[in-house]
C-alpha cells in the first residue's frame, strides 16, 4: 500500500475542497428549483451546476411531460425550459458556473483506480486530504501529492475519527 498527503496549497486541494462546499447550496438550488414550480419533494438534487436533476416517481403526468427518462428536464418542453434557465439563474447567482465535481477533478488528476484489483481511499483529515492506495497515478503526483508513511496516515485517521467523536458528543450536550 502507498499512502499519500495531499498538499493543502495545491490547486488540486483548492478545487476539490470548492466541489465539497459546494454541496451544500446545490442542495439548496434543488430545493429552490422545487418550490418555485411547485414540484414534489425529491431527496435527488442537483450533482453539478450544470444540471437539475428530479425524481421522476413523485411528479404527476403534467410534470413528468416536462422531464427525460433520466430526470433532466427536456428543453423543448415550455415548463423544461423554465426549470433549466431558472436553476442556470440560481447557479449564476451563487457564483457556482463552472464547478466541476470531485469525480471530475479527480479524473482530471489521475486520482482513480484504473482497475478493479485496485483500491483508492480518501480519509477527509483535518488539515488537508489523505489517500491510500495500491496502484500508481498516472498524473504527476510531485505536484499536489507528498508520499507519507503508513504510521503517520493512522495518526491522521484516528486525528480525525477523534474530532468525529466530539463533533457528535458536543450536539447531544
Known amino acids: 500500500m502507498k499512502f499519500y498527503r495531499v ?6 486541494y483548492q478545487k476539490i ?16 428549483v422545487q418550490e418555485h414550480f411547485q414540484l414534489p419533494y425529491s431527496p435527488s438534487w442537483s450533482i453539478t451546476p450544470d444540471y437539475y436533476y428530479h425524481d421522476l416517481d413523485v411528479l404527476n403526468d403534467e410534470q413528468l411531460k416536462a422531464f427525460k427518462k433520466n430526470g433532466i428536464p427536456k428543453k423543448s418542453n415550455k415548463l423544461g425550459s423554465q426549470i433549466i434557465a431558472f436553476h442556470k439563474e440560481l447557479i449564476y447567482e451563487e457564483g457556482l458556473e463552472g464547478l466541476r465535481t470531485e469525480r471530475d477533478i479527480n479524473f482530471s488528476y489521475g486520482v482513480m483506480r484504473w482497475s478493479q484489483n485496485e483500491t483508492l481511499e ?26 507519507i ?6 495518526k491522521a485517521y484516528l486525528a480525525a475519527v477523534e474530532a468525529k467523536e466530539g463533533a457528535k458528543n458536543e450536539t447531544k450536550v
Do not use: C, H
Not at 7 to 12: D, F, I, M, N, V
Not at 123 to 147: C, H, I, Q, V
Not at 149 to 154: I, K
Open 7 to 12: 498538499k493543502p496549497e495545491s490547486e488540486y
Open 17 to 32: 475542497l470548492k466541489a465539497k462546499n459546494a454541496k451544500d447550496a446545490l442542495r439548496e438550488i434543488a430545493i429552490k
Open 149 to 154: 508513511t503508513e504510521s503517520a496516515y493512522v
Open 122 to 147: 480518501q480519509l477527509n483529515g483535518l488539515d488537508t486530504m489523505y489517500l491510500k492506495t495500491n496502484s500508481n497515478f498516472a498524473s504527476s503526483k510531485d505536484d499536489f501529492l507528498e508520499e
